[in-house]
C-alpha cells in the first residue's frame, strides 16, 4: 500500500495578508473555519509577518545609522583638508 501525497495548496500574498487582517479581527480559530485552512498555517504567516517586519525596521535603523557615519566622515575629511592647508601655510612662514 503506498500512500498518496496531497499536493500543498499555495496561498497569494494578498490572501495571507486578508486572512491575517481577519484573524487579528475575530481570532484564529475563527478566521480559520471560514477561510478553510489550518490554524496553524494561519499562526506560521503571522510569525512569518512578525519577522519580516522586524527585518524592515533593522533595515531603516541601519540605513539612518549609515547615512549619520557618512555625513560624519564628510566632515572629518574636509576637517582633515582644512589643517592639511593650515600646516602648509604655517610651515612656509617659518622659514
Known amino acids: 500500500m503506498t500512500k498518496v501525497k496531497k499536493e500543498r495548496k499555495a496561498y497569494s ?5 486578508e486572512a491575517l487582517k ?5 481570532g484564529v480559530a475563527q ?10 498555517q494561519l499562526y506560521y504567516w503571522r510569525s512569518g509577518a512578525q519577522k519580516k517586519a522586524s527585518t ?3 533595515e531603516i535603523t ?3 545609522e549609515n547615512a549619520r557615519l557618512k555625513r560624519q566622515l ?5 576637517e582633515l ?3 592639511k592647508k593650515a600646516a602648509t601655510y604655517f610651515a612656509k612662514n617659518q622659514k
Open 56 to 58: 524592515s525596521d533593522r
Open 74 to 78: 564628510s566632515e572629518q575629511a574636509e
Open 31 to 40: 478566521a480559520a473555519r471560514e477561510l478553510g485552512v489550518y490554524e496553524s
Open 13 to 17: 500574498i494578498e490572501f495571507k495578508e
Open 81 to 83: 583638508e582644512i589643517l
Open 62 to 64: 541601519l540605513s539612518a
Open 22 to 26: 481577519l484573524a487579528s479581527k475575530v
